[in-house]
């Protein structure tokens, strides 16, 4: 036998029996042995980094199965996933699920693995099907669930991803999960809007808010709703609304609002909540909806003079700019400085990102409700500063 394969061997059948002798300690500890990945990737690493993985590979195919060498099959199953050889993952696992001697209670823990190792290969449909296989598992069925819709919102099979959430939610009091529900909710209440299905929408999105009150997206999609039906008055009363749902989506509101009270309302009225709004949650948005409404019920001068007190306490270059427009149409004209002031500031905004989630740190120029990075809800947000809100 060649000699690496025997260090090999040997190397291995030291692990072995440093986990039967651990195991040997209490039958308490010999049902957690193969809970213990870590500690066993940690001394497998010596394996892992000295020999080939084809010699890992041939050691699995006669390595015996017993409670005790488990983990050491499933180490190195998940050391070849991780790698991104999903292909050897997969015989290793599927060769330990079809070992007779395979004790039973790990065959959900066997299963789900394998089922992680169609997921990173992008089989599908087979993860898809040992997931639900695992579902009503003791120990693995939440997780399974858990991979089931983080699958299901990856393809936005929003339907089935919204039964499986709700199957985790029942008799649970977590309030990360209800916002996902909440979300994946507003994903087919958002639908069914595209689709003009105004009845269905406006239910999913108030069943969306019974998930989570202070979900954003279901309260824009209610907006929506009553401005294609023509009740503007209670499409600008909702967008209040989202100031106490969270006021860090503020922009979002005031953006709306002011194109809403441009189209069928009147701006000038808007100036004593934009102003109660502004001095409890103070923002670049706010600010300049603000002074545009100052403009129009009390003129320019007056509207720069508080764009000008607020600059000096909240600077932001959108105000700025602003401001610099706003003072040289006052003065009937516009000089060099004011127009090379303004060219430099639009160019430090043109591709600036507007958002960024707060987890991961993704940014963008647009507002993605379900980040692309990090796969979490609502926290790609507005981002605050002086070049932003």
Not at 70 to 97: C, M, P, W, Y
């Amino acid at each position: 036998m060649d000699i690496v394969f025997q260090w090999l061997l040997l190397t291995v059948a030291v692990a072995a029996g440093w986990f039967a002798g651990r195991s040997g300690r209490s039958s308490e500890r010999s049902t957690t042995v193969i809970s213990d990945e870590n500690s066993v990737k940690d001394r497998l690493q010596f394996l892992f980094t000295n020999y080939s993985d084809q010699a890992v590979e041939n050691f699995v195919q006669s390595l015996a199965v017993s409670r005790d060498t488990v983990s050491l099959h499933l180490s190195i199953g998940a050391h070849f996933r991780h790698k991104g050889e999903t292909d050897r993952a997969i015989v290793i696992h599927q060769n330990l699920l079809a070992r007779p001697e395979l004790p039973s209670r790990f065959s959900p823990q066997v299963t789900f693995e394998l089922a992680l190792d169609y997921l990173a290969a992008g089989l599908l449909d087979r993860a898809e099907t040992l997931f639900h296989e695992l579902m009503g598992d003791r120990e693995y069925g939440r997780k399974a669930s858990t991979q089931l819709v983080e699958l299901y919102q990856q393809e936005k099979e929003w339907d089935k991803a919204a039964q499986v959430t709700a199957t985790l939610v029942t008799g649970v009091s977590d309030a990360g999960l209800s916002k996902q529900l909440a979300y994946i909710t507003c994903e087919l209440a958002d639908k069914a809007l595209r689709e003009d299905d105004r009845w269905n929408a406006q239910k999913l999105a108030k069943e969306a808010l019974e998930h989570d009150r202070s979900c954003i997206r279901a309260t824009l999609i209610i907006v929506s709703l009553q401005r294609r039906n023509g009740n503007y008055r209670d499409a600008s009363q909702t967008l209040l609304k989202v100031f106490d749902q969270n006021p860090e989506f503020g922009s979002e509101a005031v953006d709306r609002l002011m194109k809403l009270e441009k189209e069928h309302g009147d701006i000038a009225r808007l100036g004593k909540k934009l102003r109660k709004l502004y001095q409890t949650w103070p923002s670049t948005s706010l600010l300049l909806g603000l002074v545009e409404s100052i403009e129009r019920s009390s003129g320019r001068p007056v509207a720069i003079e508080l764009l000008r007190a607020e600059l000096e306490i909240r600077p932001s270059v959108r105000g700025l700019l602003r401001l610099v427009e706003m003072a040289g149409y006052e003065k009937g004209m516009t000089t060099d400085e004011g127009r090379l002031v303004s060219r430099i500031g639009h160019l430090l905004l043109v591709n600036r990102p507007i958002y960024r989630c707060t987890s991961c740190g993704f940014s963008g120029q647009q507002l993605h409700w379900l980040c692309p990075s990090c796969k979490q809800w609502e926290t790609v947000r507005p981002i605050q500063g002086v070049e932003a809100e």
